[in-house]
């Protein structure tokens, strides 16, 4: 006969990440039978009987009655073999009743074991009743009744383990919304720690657990730690007393280190304290973040494999919900900031239309305080001028002249600082009238004709089509085209400048049309904008200044833009115009080559009625 050796079980890894199983309580085995022989015969089966490393605890009844009373004294009851005739023929399928509907208990595993199949048919039994084995006392041997036992707590554990995932998960599904809502950080890490720790307080852990003690922490770039929220002796600052805090700080920075590149969530062992944990709170494997946040526990030796892969689960939330809360607070330092810089930016702009509006109230009053002398002045020269061509003084007559010459200029520039304050301050009203562009355009070039004459220039003005009436301010126009010709002559010397001026149909919807309910149109039914283009044969503009120009006080450097070197004027003409001719509705254009010349181009509506609000200068510009 061969003889049968059992060798001993080899240790798995599995099995090596398993908790030190001495810890937890025995199986609680409850036998329900009123035979006493039946109690011995099964103590004497079992003896020795061992699942999971765990012992047996029988508990005995011998009748249904009793065996209520050990059921509510013992909850924690694994296995039930009941019989089914005891008080009464149906005492034990009372008792079947009592656990399942009346305790609610579905964990237990209830095996019907009857010496009186015929009081209690089989496949009546297990339609009727919610058990999980039927076996007759006569088949029930020693070796069936080890692994009718065995098969009972496996399928035990099962359902156990089962039960506490299912309510972990429901755990970390209603803890998830709550670490998302923004909050501070010592808040948030204190939610973290408690939930954590609560997930290792369940199932068959919740009975022998010593996990209290742990913290959150996270890593600094100078290799400290700064903890957020402790429990257990890392309470309240308690940590900060305790001798072993140091050490422990740097056996986890040593952890992190020696697991940077580590895969896994949670890291124990060396050079962790005995029974310690890491948690580490992480999205991103491959992020090279400058700190980590992690959570540390004492006495995790009780957790099994699956109680792992749950605070995994876990800490993938918690790890989600930081990102999303540093993400919200830098969101919100960045607000902050942006609203301060705002209030200042506020601040500012209202010191700088401070000192705007005082500026312009300065220079129009300065202005009209200077007119008032210089009008004499310029009265004055004139009369001298007179009484001295009369009295036949005709050396002095040069020097006349040139006051008055000096006067005028000077009377020029000063209207033209008043025109820039009228803009500035919004008192430049349009005055719309309806009359012929070609008699505006005689009158302006006699006004010009000394001018054209002084620097030996040849003016022509050229019409590609007859226009006729036109809708406008004329007074504004006026101003635009003397400042453009007389730009155009004071940086030409003999040679020759052209108004050209034609026109252009457009039907777009953006055309200012006359308004027959304001003002005669029966002349004025052109539709289009008007084109003047103003060229000249003189010295041409540098292209880094073509639109430097049109800014207020800005001349072209002397010694390049005229053939003299002198450039009188103050620079406002070039800026007052373009202002005027946004204010009537269109625009200035320049092109120039050194050398060359210049080409000054302006687009205006043919007719400006019809505009909301074209009263103001700022309301158009």
Not at 498 to 511: A, E, M
Request: proline share 3%.
């Amino acid at each position: 006969m061969k003889k049968i050796i059992r060798r001993k079980k080899t240790t798995s890894a599995a099995s090596e990440a398993q908790p030190n199983v001495t810890l937890f309580p025995p199986w609680q085995v409850l036998i329900v039978d009123d035979e006493p022989d039946i109690h011995a015969i099964t103590r004497l089966a079992l003896s020795g009987f061992e699942f999971s490393g765990r012992p047996l605890e029988i508990l005995t009844a011998l009748s249904g009655s009793e065996a209520r009373e050990v059921l509510m004294q013992h909850p924690k009851i694994v296995v039930a073999i009941i019989d089914v005739v005891m008080e009464t023929d149906d005492a034990g399928l009372q008792l079947v009743d009592f656990i399942r509907n009346e305790q609610n208990n579905v964990l237990t595993r209830l095996i019907i074991r009857t010496g009186q199949p015929g009081l209690a048919p089989e496949k009546d039994i297990i339609e009727r009743y919610d058990i999980d084995d039927y076996k007759e006392k006569n088949e029930l041997t020693e070796t069936k009744l080890y692994t009718t036992l065995r098969l009972a707590l496996k399928s035990y554990q099962a359902l156990s383990s089962l039960n506490t995932h299912r309510g972990a998960l429901t755990k970390i599904l209603d803890a998830a919304p709550e670490l998302y809502h923004p909050q501070s950080i010592k808040q948030f890490f204190d939610g973290v720690l408690s939930q954590i720790i609560s997930l290792c307080h369940l199932g068959e852990n919740s009975l022998i657990s010593t996990l209290k003690s742990g913290f959150v922490a996270t890593t600094a770039k100078d290799d400290d730690i700064s903890i957020h929220a402790g429990t257990g002796h890392f309470a309240d600052g308690e940590y900060e007393n305790n001798r072993m805090a140091d050490q422990i700080k740097k056996n986890c920075i040593a952890c992190l280190e020696s697991h940077k590149d580590s895969e896994h969530s949670i890291l124990y062992g060396d050079p962790l304290p005995e029974k310690a944990m890491l948690i580490r709170l992480q999205i991103d494997k491959q992020a090279n973040e400058e700190s980590q946040s992690f959570i540390y526990l004492e006495n995790a030796h009780c957790l099994l494999r699956t109680d792992k892969e749950l605070l995994k689960i876990m800490a993938y939330q918690c790890a989600s919900a930081l990102k999303n809360l540093q993400l919200y607070m830098e969101l919100k330092a960045a607000h902050h900031q942006t609203s301060q810089l705002l209030s200042m930016a506020e601040h500012a702009r209202d010191i700088a239309e401070s000192a705007n509006s005082a500026k312009t109230i300065f220079l129009a009053k300065m202005s009209h305080e200077l007119r008032t002398p210089l009008n004499a002045i310029i009265g004055y020269s004139t009369l001298i001028e007179e009484e001295a061509e009369d009295f036949g003084y005709s050396d002095m007559m040069p020097d006349l002249k040139k006051i008055q010459g000096a006067g005028q200029q000077l009377l020029s520039m000063i209207s033209g600082i008043l025109d820039v304050t009228k803009i500035e301050s919004e008192q430049y009203k349009l005055e719309l009238e309806q009359f012929m562009l070609t008699d505006l355009v005689e009158n302006i070039v006699t006004l010009m004709h000394p001018l054209v004459e002084r620097h030996r220039n040849q003016l022509t003005v050229e019409y590609a089509q007859d226009i006729g009436q036109v809708c406008t301010d004329p007074a504004k126009l006026k101003q635009i085209l003397l400042n453009l010709l007389h730009n155009a002559n004071k940086f030409t010397q003999c040679g020759q400048v052209t108004l050209h001026i034609s026109y252009t149909f457009n039907s777009g919807k953006n055309i200012k049309l006359c308004d027959p309910e304001d003002i005669d149109c029966n002349k004025c039914n052109l539709v289009g904008i008007l084109n003047f283009r103003i060229e000249d044969t003189g010295v041409g503009i540098p292209e880094d200044h073509l639109e430097s120009i049109f800014e207020t006080f800005m001349q072209v450097d002397k010694t390049s833009a005229t053939t003299d070197g002198t450039t009188p004027g103050a620079g406002l003409g070039l800026s007052i115009s373009r202002q005027l001719c946004q204010a009537l509705g269109g625009e200035i254009k320049v092109n120039s080559h050194l050398g060359k010349g210049s080409i000054f181009t302006m687009h205006l509506p043919i007719n400006l009625r019809g505009l909301p609000e074209v009263n103001t200068i700022s309301r158009l510009s």
